[in-house]
């Protein structure tokens, strides 16, 4: 049986969205993807109300449910969340609505406690940052020493090893789509990517299953070694989970 790989949607006002890259590249790496939508307790005008505890049991059923979790892209975690304010010009950020935010960093905290494998990229690597209590540039054009265009160019990344991943370099060139980056490393993850201008391009979690921040898209990259391997190990790492379960 396939890893169950659930994937988490943005939000709009009326709608949940998500680029179709991503059930591309879990699928093509052997999983099974699942779009995975925030809920929140309803509102006064919703036409059915959400209580507290069916939210609770959702997330919970959800962790259950999933062999591996995909945190997709974005746009702005909250300064909030990390402990600071804003402190650069409001234009410069687009904040991810409360309602995502907060159903996937709990989401995260599930899937956590049953030590499944977590991928996060982009806003998704990080939300996992923050979630470990690390923090964020809130845009890069306000720090000095970065010299790399990220918002909208491709660039290098050295690659430190991670056990399992057999790439065979120690440099790729990786797309880039981002104007914030982590800037304080959230409690136990380790640093496996730089930039040539020494940003935080990849995460990992020491001592866990797998659970790994990219800050590229490594879905829009399907013939690049570096994402296509990635992408295998975390449906290996759920795959192994999915045969743990069937197991018991």
């Not at 990344?157 to 880039?176: D, K, W």
């Not at 982590?182 to 993850?189: A, D, F, H, P, S």
């Amino acid at each position: 049986m396939k890893a169950v790989i659930g994937i988490t949607s943005d939000i709009a006002p009326k709608t949940y969205k998500l680029k179709k890259d991503y059930i591309r590249a879990v699928l093509a790496a052997g999983g099974l993807p699942v779009i995975i939508s925030p809920v929140s307790a309803g509102k006064a005008e919703d036409s059915q109300k959400i209580s507290s505890s069916a939210i609770r049991d959702y997330i919970h059923s959800i962790a259950d449910l999933l062999d591996g979790l995909l945190l997709s892209g974005g746009n702005d975690v909250a300064p909030c969340y990390y402990n600071e304010k804003i402190s650069v010009p409001k234009k410069f950020l687009k904040i991810i609505p409360k309602l995502r935010t907060e159903f996937e960093l709990n989401l995260v905290k599930e899937m956590i406690k049953r030590q499944k494998p977590v991928l996060g990229i982009c806003y998704g690597m990080q939300l996992l940052n923050v979630a470990f209590g690390g923090s964020l540039y809130q845009d890069l054009s306000y720090q000095r020493g970065v010299i790399l265009k990220h918002d909208n160019m491709g660039h290098n990344v050295r690659v430190f090893q991670i056990h399992g991943l057999e790439i065979t370099e120690s440099t790729y060139i990786v797309n880039s789509s981002h104007h914030q980056a982590v800037k304080t490393l959230g409690e136990g993850l380790d640093i496996f990517a730089l930039s040539d201008d020494n940003l935080i391009e990849g995460f990992y979690k020491t001592g866990y299953p797998f659970l790994v921040g990219v800050q590229w898209h490594p879905e829009r990259m399907p013939d690049n070694e570096l994402c296509l391997k990635i992408l295998k190990l975390f449906i290996k790492k759920a795959e192994e989970e999915n045969n743990k379960s069937h197991a018991i």
